[in-house]
């Protein structure tokens, strides 16, 4: 049975809920470069997610790959977190109800930060721990890795390996860039490098992994499906070539052709390649990461070509970007549904549709896929 996989991304919450509650200080903003969070999408997520779960069941697993916030702020991550855990959100004083949340099973969530949950004051990132006392609780720092099975035994099937990334670059930056430099930069540093090749050759040897509720499951590391968590994106975003395209799409296309200097300095993971090095070195299967508020899917091989063929037998890893779920004026909305399966994996895109005003799916960025975990590149 596969593994059913809510992907949203970069959520950008403000420090109010509903638009009508914000600031003066926060409306500026979401004029600017601080845009937050469109409390007019926030109901039609909410109502197309209980529906997916109500024709397919509950969701296995929700990852949030970063911004959840777009200032770090405490009632913005309060937010966030209100929207993901809670079933039902009221205003607090007096309580009125105002939407439904996703009511997601605090077991079953996993969020990462980005650059925007970092943010103190701007323009510098300074402010450490403070979504972690929204999120991950549980564990001492990052990297990490955590195992999730549908059965106790993850014998049983295939369990996926997910290994969990802070790739926002202040928090450790490297030598001779400063904190004002790395506003939107990703950094890996070579030891979380190392410890991802480490780690997974430890988990080949003693198959011993924990699960989000602290209890330790026993896998073939073989037999799962290995993905990678983090919220810069560490390949880049290709021009978008097709005979037709959406009018969101030639939005998009222009803002890539735009802005790409801007991207390739502000955006992109700095030690990219040393990252994906360490990648294929650890049989990583799947990437999933934020940030650049634009959907992608690429199939690289480890000499960064693109499987053009279904007979190609390189091994290779998928590249999965999901857009801004909520992010006020955006030209490109939407989140990710997978079903994992060992050998393959299906991905269903649901975009803003702001004619029909809701999240439908997009059958042409939606499909199945393969994971081609044969030769080396320089073996075929």
Not at 27 to 39: C, T
Not at 296 to 319: N, P, V, Y
């Amino acid at each position: 049975m596969a593994i059913r996989i809510l992907h949203i991304s970069d959520l950008h919450f403000g420090r109010a809920f509903r638009d009508s509650d914000r600031s003066l200080r926060d409306r500026l903003l979401q004029r600017g470069d601080m845009r937050g969070h469109d409390f007019q999408l926030i109901s039609s997520l909410s109502a197309k997610v209980h529906r997916l779960a109500r024709q397919g069941g509950p969701f296995d697993l929700a990852l949030v790959t970063g911004d959840v916030s777009t200032d770090g702020a405490s009632k913005s991550l309060g937010n966030a977190a209100k929207l993901l855990l809670e079933d039902e959100i009221f205003t607090s004083s007096p309580g009125h109800f105002i939407v439904n949340g996703l009511g997601l099973a605090v077991n079953s969530v996993i969020a990462i930060p980005g650059n925007h949950d970092r943010y103190k004051s701007i323009p510098f990132q300074l402010d450490f721990g403070n979504f972690e006392s929204f999120f991950l609780k549980q564990w001492k720092g990052y990297p990490f890795v955590v195992a999730y099975s549908k059965y106790e035994s993850g014998k049983d099937e295939c369990p996926v390996l997910l290994f969990v990334f802070d790739s926002s670059a202040v928090n450790n930056p490297p030598f001779g860039l400063k904190p004002h430099q790395l506003i939107s930069r990703g950094y890996i540093d070579d030891a979380a490098c190392e410890w991802l090749e480490i780690k997974t050759h430890k988990i080949r040897m003693d198959g011993l992994v924990p699960e989000l509720d602290g209890k330790t499951l026993q896998v073939d590391f073989d037999r799962c499906v290995k993905i990678v968590l983090l919220h810069h994106h560490p390949v880049e975003f290709p021009d978008i070539k097709a005979p037709a395209l959406l009018e969101a799409e030639k939005v998009a296309q222009r803002r890539h052709q735009i802005t790409t200097k801007i991207k390739d300095q502000w955006s992109t993971l700095l030690n990219k390649e040393r990252f994906l090095e360490a990648c294929f070195a650890s049989g990583i299967d799947l990437v999933l990461f934020g940030h650049q508020h634009l959907f992608l899917h690429r199939e690289l091989t480890e000499d960064m070509k693109e499987i053009t063929s279904a007979q190609i037998l390189t091994r290779s890893i998928h590249f999965c970007g999901c857009p801004t779920t909520l992010q006020w004026a955006e030209s490109e909305i939407g989140f990710l549904v997978y079903r994992i399966e060992w050998s393959r994996f299906a991905v269903d895109y649901f975009g803003w549709n702001e004619e029909e005003q809701k999240f439908e799916r997009n059958p042409s960025r939606s499909g199945i896929f393969p994971f081609r975990r044969g030769r080396k590149a320089e073996d075929v």
